[in-house]
């Protein structure tokens, strides 16, 4: 009788240690779900804040070539006005071009530390090279009177107001991004999959801050 009770103790003793492993298998298969649904929430988060400051950028991208593509045409036309101020209109024309390559570059790649840091030296540079020939027409009253530049003006006017509003909005997209990057646990997602800190497009001189006076 006592061998028989023994036998089933230990056969009760087997099904407790049996039911304790399972339950200890699914509840450790249960966290490593939740983490998994955990990770995937945050990776996707993230995709989608990245998505969202390079669509951003490329709105950027829009109004500066537009804007690229303005100068030439108002240089082309302050020549004829301008002629022994060969050195200021060539100067825009460089300044533009360098400008539109640190463009190019930062539209391959939106958000790139690096690149943004170019583009934001090459527009400083355009921007004080068009506001050297603008200063410059002021003492041409012909030039100001002129329909074709007045014109320029103020589509060049207009994009620089876009291109400000397409900045900020650029801007804060990056801020929502790396403040998602940042935060705990998404830091460690961001780490293993490459979610890099993107760079703002941001003039820090006040007097850098200023669009360029385009109107005579």
Request: contains cysteine; charged residues 20%.
């Amino acid at each position: 009788m006592i061998r028989g009770n023994w036998h089933i103790s230990l056969k009760g003793l087997y099904s407790a240690e049996r039911r304790y492993e399972v339950i200890g298998i699914l509840i450790v298969l249960g966290i490593i779900v939740v983490l998994a649904v955990a990770c995937i929430v945050i990776y996707n988060s993230l995709v989608t804040l990245r998505n969202r400051f390079k669509n951003a950028y490329s709105q950027i991208d829009v109004q500066l070539k537009r804007r690229y593509d303005l100068i030439p045409n108002l240089v082309e036309t302050a020549k004829g006005y301008l002629k022994h101020e060969r050195g200021t209109l060539e100067a825009v024309i460089n300044a533009r071009n360098q400008a539109s390559s640190a463009n190019n570059n930062a539209a391959a790649n939106p958000g790139d530390p690096g690149a943004m840091n170019n583009l934001i030296s090459a527009e400083t540079a355009l921007t004080g090279a068009l506001g050297r020939l603008f200063a410059l027409a002021e003492a041409y009253p012909d030039l100001k009177a002129n329909q074709t530049m007045s014109q320029l003006m103020e589509e060049l006017s207009s994009t620089e107001n876009k291109i400000a509003f397409a900045r900020q909005a650029y801007n804060d997209a990056v801020m929502s991004y790396n403040i998602g990057r940042e935060k705990f646990p998404n830091v460690i997602i961001a780490g293993a999959f490459s979610f890099r800190e993107a760079g703002l497009f941001e003039i820090s001189a006040p007097e850098e801050r200023e669009t360029v006076k385009v109107s005579f």
